[in-house]
């Protein structure tokens, strides 16, 4: 077993520097690589920059001055105070747990949803499947924002409004993903599922057992894009919750931004609570984000 | 952690191109591209099967987003308030459309949006892909810091500017270090509306740097060695060959940067205030249909006009594109 390892790592570490010798075996010059390190840290300074601040000043305590000319950016004496007293205004580990259930529930619905009617599409051959497709394909295609006021309504008819459920059912399996599996699912050679139906197995089985361990990427695609969504979402939620009890995190911060706007230091706490937990998970699971990009983009 | 799942997925995917040949009795059919072959009429499954499977989906796509597409263009007819039936009246609400100031401005708003937002993120992505296409210790590091604002919301994205343009924010602590006097980025009509394109820009770039990070490695590398051989520079190279390569790709960016800017939302809504700056003046058309159409008294009927409206265009920019993208291809 470490022996493996060990070879992988040597191996991997000649293709490294098989790509490092790239362009004609040559080591670029060394004025070129400094050129392209300072702008790969000029870049990151612009896109990372604006959160290390914000970590910043969520950690400078009430006795540090937020706007001191030149801004300071450490805090002379790094407390999480900030973080307690953003809890005692609002109730933030509350919209916390509810933006969890939303994020979890949508993970849920649309993995298996959009399992289940993308293999039909993919895999099962009946009258009129032509037609449903078209019919996810049609949904794809209409903005969301162009039928808040009507699915608004569709929730009042149904009670739903200001409920969690209410959050979560209008997204809870997305025509993009029912598509994405759809192509997943036709990608599986047909003589796998052809043998499976020799030896007896149904529909359900041979879904379950053949093509479901065959599209685990896909899947952890969608799941991962169903979590973010939810997570992130603003403009459905804003509309839909008005008790303040229900709020995910994204309104709860809209709230906290328009109740204390003048206090920095628990905005920039509240906004560091709502980002954490997924810079977390993009980091444990980068590549997933990345094919969801490429997928999502490409093929939808 | 992440490794070993790679490793237990790639074998099944590498089954697929594995077994078709290894099959050479059977006739080669070509590509299907779905359902079991052509005349062989067997039964895989029940007829009701396939409805079963499609039933939580179609369900929640019915309810969810034809039921109500469909009927906010019939209550776009009807005077329809939120706790009011509404009675049909014709086209009236797209005649009060039109005469609607608000209206006008919202639309001035989100187009102008197209025009401040699409060609920076056709063009930086581009030139932040080619950067962090090449392979240097670290690339992946900084592939990923980059990409970072995309998985942020775009809640915390706007309050994070909206602390960074402050009248004493970093940005304005910045420039008066260079003599340039605090700018009102958010008090301004005007530079309000620049400051939620430009987080807009930067909450885009890293998504279509990574769509741009894929058609970059189909340019054939030959390519830009026989550019260099022939003596042209990297600058030359960038538009002989790397623009050419990826042209398709840049359409696709400006279809997708296009549609999501004429929807804007949250940008502006977080950074200008529910009214939409001063006067209402920094008002998009999405927030319109917010604030038009949801309260005790919303204007059902009337907000779904502006739905409409917003449908109509978005459908419309995306054939725009579409064509656009065709013509030169046959050019």
Known sequence: MSAQTLGDRARRRKSIGDKFLAEGGRRPPAWKLVLRYLLLLIVFAIMVGPFLWQLSTSLKGAGEDIYSYPPKLLPSEPTFDNYGKVAELIPVWDFALNSLKVALANVLTNVVGAALAGYALARLTFRGRGLATVAFVMAMLVPVESIIIAQ?????????????????????????????MRNAFSNIPYEIEEAAFVDGANAWQRFTRIALPAVKGTLAVVAIFAFMGAWDDFLWPLIVLSDQSNFTLTIGLNYLHGTFANNQRLVAAGTIIAVAPLIVLFACLQRFFFRGVGEGAVKG | MSDTSTRN?????????????????????????????????????????????????????????????????????????????????????????????????ALRNSLLYIVGVVPPLVILPLLLAMLVQRYVPGISFFRSAFYTPVVASVVVVGLIWVWMLDDRGLVNAVLGAIGVGPVAFLSDQWLLLISAMLVTVWKGLGYYMIIYMAALGNVPKELHEAAAVDGAGAIRRFFTVTVPAVRS??????????????????????MAGPNGGPGGEDTTLVMLIKQVGTGLSGRVGYASAISVVVFVITLGLMLLVLKADKKEGDA
């Not at chain 2, 409805?51 to 906010?72: M, N, R």
């Not at chain 2, 014709?90 to 006008?104: I, K, P, R, T, V």
């Not at chain 2, 840049?250 to 804007?264: E, G």
Request: charged letters at 10%.
């Open chain 1, 152 to 180: 608004f309504m569709t929730m009042r008819e149904l009670g739903l409004n200001n409920t969690l459920t209410g959050v979560v059912l209008p997204g809870c399996i997305g025509a993009l993903n029912v598509l994405l």
């Open chain 2, 9 to 105: 997925g790639a074998p099944v995917a590498k089954t697929g191109p594995a077994t078709a040949p290894s099959q050479p009795a059977a006739p080669v059919k070509g590509p299907r591209p779905a359902g079991p072959p052509g005349r062989r009429r067997i039964r895989t499954h029940l007829p009701s099967t396939p409805w079963l499977f499609l039933l939580p989906g179609f369900s929640i796509i019915g309810g969810f987003v034809l039921f109500p597409f469909f009927s906010t263009v019939s209550s776009s007819f009807t005077d329809q308030r939120t706790l009011i039936a509404g009675k049909w009246v014709g086209g009236a609400n797209y005649q009060e459309l039109w005469h609607d100031d608000m209206f006008w401005i």
């Open chain 2, 249 to 270: 790709t840049m359409v696709l960016v400006a279809a997708l940067s296009s549609v999501n800017a004429f929807k804007v939302f949250s940008e502006v809504y977080l």
